[in-house]
């Protein structure tokens, strides 16, 4: 058998995989290899928003109105009976100082973002600053590498370029038929991103966790990190009770630091989601948009060692409602729509099958999720309704289907959408009961011309309206349904990825079922189970734990004191070292 050594084994090529290889080679000069069993790097991470929840970060601090006491104690507000607080004391200590070091060290840059905390009214909850975006990169950077960056989820994208995470650049797609200044910018886009497919064979622009995962992987390769593609561990090896390494499907690798998982969680392992998701043990549907290799090969991998699971939180996965979308899945397939963006327009509403509301529209993707499987019915069905008017999806769009000029016949025709000249025929059409239906419309739009939704109070918090409309008055969430021909689409279950994860301690030591530690074993990312418990306090609060924890495990390989006590230094020296 063939076998080599290294001293650091990484199992996944995500963030937080990425992080801890970084910090391990760059601390400690220590040999690092990371194995990736798909053929691409990037995980989950390449999917998502790019987007970290790191409170005290120095973006946020110029933006003001936040302390560190105000964001453990609305950690403690959040997770409840989960809270653990050596764990939450290491995230809000080494969080700051991780940012800072990764962009003082490495390609990674970020950006302020203006998201509020999704419950900016809870205790300790702020309005702006905690959130910080990867910035745009030139994935060409990677060289030959390029070719084995994840591209970009597919149904996110228009005709495969990506958009900045911005509101701004998103209205000028939404505006192009109405303003010169938009039309000419979506040409310029338009334009470079087919120089880019013409000469790499992709866009690469990249924004988001497109360029969070191209700025990471640069950085370790830059670093001597070796990834490793399409190579898949099959088993720990495990001596005199310590691991050692890893099998792999020809001879294996030696460790002689420790082995790090980062499989990024089970929200592809079918069976152990069923088991821990409420809506999938009473029959229901699930389609979650995350990479299909994250089928819970860390946690098998740890179980074979040792080590305990168990689905103990209220909410084992970070919830998020989708649509499929016919023909843009894998072989033609349906692809799976995450909705970000469409819940929080004014003049769309949701309902079950009985025709009625059954939450705030306007909550994050996570509590619309979370409402949706608390109002499940016979047999798990978690499904609902999107419902607007004509005049709000030729705005807004609804789900893949895109505001005007964008046609919608070819969205009618598959099936994806379903429309009707009245609310009534609409109902028909969709199954929905049209009683129902007509009640809650004829309810909702009374109060909505006002701006008020005194059902749900949509639109009272500042989250509730950073991802409405601005321009729309009084209330940027809150318009009503009323100009036929009306519309509907399904929603159906999904999730970003897994709550529930390896018990680890503070530095990511897995420990088996007893709580011991399995010495040279590590866990990150997903892998581990979430600081957060089960809840979403805010954008970018997998990202930000994934590489605040992998940083931290980094140094503790390298034999660094895992969590350095924080330097406090006026904002203008921490901007001034990040040029």
Known sequence: MDSETTDVLVIGSGAGGLATAIAARRFGGLRVTVIEKEPVFGGTTAFSGGVLWIPGNRHGRPQGGDSRAAARRYLEV????????????AFLDAGPQMLDWFERETELRFVPTLYPDYHPDREGGVDVGRSVLAAPYDASRLGPDLKRLRPPLSTITFMGMMFNSSNADIRHFFNATKSLTSFLYVLRRLAAHGLEVARHGRGVQVTSGNALAARLARSALDAGVEIRTGTAARALIVEDGRVAGVRLDRGEIRATAGVVLACGGYAQDLARRAAAYPHLREGGRHHSP??????????????????GFAARFPQPAAWMPVSLVPGRGAGGGAGVFPHLLDRYKPGMIAVGPDGRRFTNESASYHDMGEAMVAARRAGGDAGCWLI??????????????????????????????KTGGSLRTLATAAGIDPDGLEATVAAFNREARAGHDPAFGRG????????????????????????????????????????????????????????????????VGNDRASLMAGTYPGAGITLGPAMTFGWITGRHLAGLEPVPQPVPQPVSQTMEAAQ
């Open 460 to 523: 009272t918090t500042s989250f509730n309206r950073y991802l409405a409309d601005p321009e729309h008055r009084p209330n940027p969430a809150v318009g009503p349904v009323e100009t036929g021909p009306f519309y509907a689409l399904r929603l159906e279950m999904g999730d970003l990825g897994t709550f529930d994860g390896l018990d680890c301690t503070v530095e990511g030591a897995v420990k088996d079922a007893a709580g011991r530690v399995i010495p040279g074993l590590y866990a």
């Open 78 to 89: 959040e997770t409840g009976n989960f809270f653990d607080a050596a764990a939450v004391d």
């Open 388 to 417: 607007c008017d004509r005049p709000t999806i030729r705005k807004y769009g609804l789900g893949h289907a895109k505001p005007a000029p964008m046609p919608l016949t070819p969205w009618l025709r598959s099936g994806y959408l």
């Open 290 to 307: 995350v990479p299909a290799g994250n089928t819970g090969d860390g946690l098998a991998l740890a179980e074979g060692a040792g080590a």
